[in-house]
């Protein structure tokens, strides 16, 4: 399995090594058996946002968003939508900016929503402002 990639687990942040051939065939984590696509994005504290951007060779779609924003709360459900349409291809996460104030501050977040698509653990696009699903998938896709 020479050209496998590595995708952390959304359930139990393993990291586990799959066959690119395998991302659609519904895997599940050699761990805990959670699907490692589950098909929508995952809410994650500073200590696991570190694990899924520095060890998923998938892309990761961040949404940096607050529980007092107006706009990151209508756009919520389009994120999710977009992560049905992403996923296997692509991880979606979600961090909550007044929880993880170290991230917003690590990456100079100063509106919200903002979207962050990371590839290789590094940030290689970013997109202020609320989206909706299309929107987002499109972005994405000229991103990659």
Not at 69 to 89: N, S
Request: aromatic share 6%; proline share 8%.
């Amino acid at each position: 399995m020479s050209d496998a990639i590595h995708i952390v687990c959304p359930a139990c942040d393993a990291v586990n090594r799959l066959a690119p051939a395998r991302l659609a065939d519904n895997p599940v984590c050699g761990k805990c058996s959670a699907p490692l696509f589950a098909g929508r994005p995952l809410d994650v504290t500073s200590e696991r946002f570190n694990k899924h951007i520095g060890r998923n060779d998938i892309p990761v779609l961040v949404d940096f968003w607050a529980e007092w924003c107006g706009p990151c709360k209508m756009m919520a459900p389009a994120y999710a939508q977009a992560a049905t349409r992403l996923e296997p291809r692509v991880r979606l996460l979600k961090v909550d900016t007044e929880r993880a104030q170290d991230l917003s501050a690590q990456f100079g977040i100063r509106s919200i929503p903002t979207l962050a698509l990371f590839r290789g653990g590094r940030e290689v696009a970013r997109q202020p402002g609320a989206m909706d699903a299309g929107n987002i998938v499109a972005w994405v896709q000229s991103k990659l």
